[in-house]
């Protein structure tokens, strides 16, 4: 036990204060992002809209998402992370204080398009703050740290949202304007006029040696075909995992029969997990695994939690199953971040980081318009199984590109 105790100190150690601080504003964020969770079931029980139709609004955040990103990146590059990190959040807040308001199939895929594609600019801004915030040698772990912040609201807000959704859905898009207004607050206040790490713009051979740099280091990603190729099956992996937060909620309530208090415990559930053990994780297969291994065995076993929902849906195996897709999610995503972070010139980080949430853009369209559909005609056995395929084939390609860019 002393042994793990130190292990777990360990692997926070040498995290500068920005890296901590750009995790407390994520953390303040995410504790009230508990509307994407429960959209869809809201849409459903409350709305009465169809699958498919809820499959479309939810596309619509993804669509939106895709311009917010792209933007965001491009954006970020010219004016800086500091600006479109502050202007995404202070946005968000008057369009989510209207969203209940929108009831009808296309003024709420309108107003979900709106809504994604203000506040995804956040994310490649946030991306390109934490590389140029954190010590060159503790990228991966400041971009963990990160996703421990967000796994950690992400916990807090489903649960607090199941308790919410029960007396009432507005309350859900009211508490998230209310923390995108404190994480604005917060950030402004301690980022205003902050220095950020310079050492980080330095050659990458000199951050990084092991990555291979066969590109001009400041070109454009969409001139990168490594890096497409790469993002292509990042997009394929995000499909599939992104299933947890368009049609694994909706499954949970038709075909399970769970209500909104137990489907915010599950979810709940998954970011407490990822919270605890996230950090301590990456910290040990840092020095266990190459990046290659670690990303390959994160996206392969995300097909083993989709799949066995096809066999049984006892509270259990959603639990198992649950547990292992957070495994997926911590092997996976801080490494694939670190891997486009590194991939970019110091000119082109906030691109680069743009494309790689691109790829989880195209998964909010097409992962609740492929899910809803495959499930209202085939049902969810088919669904979970294509999507254990659909895995296998991000996993070997994700293997294939990330040993030629990384080795």
Not at 9 to 38: C, D, E, H, Q
Not at 266 to 285: A, D, K, R
Request: hydrophobic content about 50%.
């Amino acid at each position: 036990m002393k042994k793990l105790y130190q292990i777990y100190i360990s692997a926070y150690k040498g995290l500068s204060t920005a890296s901590w601080m750009l995790a407390i504003v994520m953390l303040i964020n995410r504790s009230g992002s508990m509307v994407l969770p429960f959209l869809g079931v809201y849409m459903i029980k409350e709305l009465n809209f169809t699958e498919e139709q809820t499959g479309y609004v939810l596309a619509c955040f993804g669509a939106g998402s895709i311009i917010g990103t792209t933007v965001g990146g491009w954006i970020t590059d010219k004016i800086g992370n500091f600006k479109v990190q502050y202007l995404s959040l202070l946005g968000s807040i008057p369009v989510f204080l209207l969203l209940p308001h929108f009831t009808s199939v296309i003024s709420l895929a309108l107003m979900m398009f709106l809504q994604s594609a203000v506040s995804e600019m956040f994310r490649p801004a946030n991306s390109v703050a934490i590389t140029m915030y954190a010590k060159p040698e503790n990228i991966t772990r400041a971009f963990s740290l990160n996703r421990m912040a967000i796994n950690l609201g992400f916990s807090i807000g489903p649960a607090m949202g199941g308790i919410l959704a029960a007396i009432s859905y507005s309350l859900l898009f009211y508490v998230n304007a209310f923390a995108a207004f404190a994480a604005a607050i917060v950030f402004i206040y301690f980022f205003k006029g902050r220095k950020t790490n310079k050492e980080f713009f330095k050659e990458k051979e000199e951050l990084l040696p092991v990555f291979e740099v066969e590109e001009e280091p400041n070109q454009s990603p969409y001139k990168d075909k490594m890096f497409i190729i790469y993002s292509i099956f990042c997009t394929l992996y995000a499909i599939a995992f992104l299933q947890l937060l368009s049609t694994l909620p909706i499954f949970y309530e038709k075909a399970v029969g769970m209500n909104e208090v137990e489907i915010g415990m599950v979810l709940g559930y998954s970011g407490l997990l990822i919270f605890l053990t996230e950090m301590l994780l990456v910290y040990v297969v840092e020095k266990k695994l190459t990046i290659r291994q670690t990303i390959f065995y994160g996206v392969v076993v995300s097909g083993i939690a989709y799949g066995m929902l096809a066999f049984d849906y006892s509270l259990i195996s959603i639990y198992i199953s649950m547990t292992i897709l957070c495994v997926s999610e911590m092997l996976a995503m801080p490494f694939t971040s670190t891997v486009t972070a590194m991939r970019a010139g110091s000119k082109s980080k906030g691109a680069y980081m743009g494309m790689n949430g691109l790829t989880f853009s195209i998964g909010f369209i097409v992962a609740p318009l492929l899910g809803t559909r495959i499930a209202s005609h085939y049902g969810y056995d088919i669904l979970w199984l294509s999507t254990a395929v659909l895995v296998i084939i991000a996993a070997i390609g994700l293997n294939y590109s990330v040993k030629k860019m990384v080795g």
